[in-house]
């Protein structure tokens, strides 16, 4: 990928990274809840218009391997995206905010934040 390339993805608020699992309809949300049963799963809501919100997805993924040994990551650009964001936040009854993490396992959010608190540590002691 070549530096437009990656200067368009980072604006686009795209997940480019190979460690996250896009999110763009309802379909893939049931999925992902569905696959907490077997793997804690983590969404990360991010939005392209917000400059937190490259802050804590800079975070995250500097963070990723060793939270990639305890859950998958999944992404929503939550402007691009606004039907599957907002049944995030209605089917998993969970405020929306961006940024915002949500941690899932057997299906039951087991633990959120969102701006300053989206910490890779408290991320990690919630998943071990």
């Known amino acids: 990928m070549g530096l437009f390339d990656a200067v368009t993805n980072a604006f686009s608020g795209s997940g480019t990274s190979e460690i996250w699992k896009n999110i763009s309809e309802t379909s893939q949300v049931e999925r ?40 998958d990551m999944n992404f929503i650009n939550v402007v691009n995206n606004r039907d599957a964001s907002d049944y995030i936040a209605s089917e998993l009854g969970v405020r929306h905010e961006s940024p915002q993490v949500i941690l899932l396992n057997n299906g039951e959010v087991i633990w959120q934040a969102s701006h300053g608190d989206i910490k890779a540590d408290t991320i990690l002691e919630k998943l071990t």
């Open 32 to 71: 992902i809840i569905e696959a907490s049963n077997g793997r804690p799963q983590l969404i990360y809501k991010h939005s392209h218009r917000c400059s937190v919100c490259f802050v804590s997805k800079g975070n995250l993924e500097s963070a990723a391997e060793d939270i990639l040994d305890h859950a």
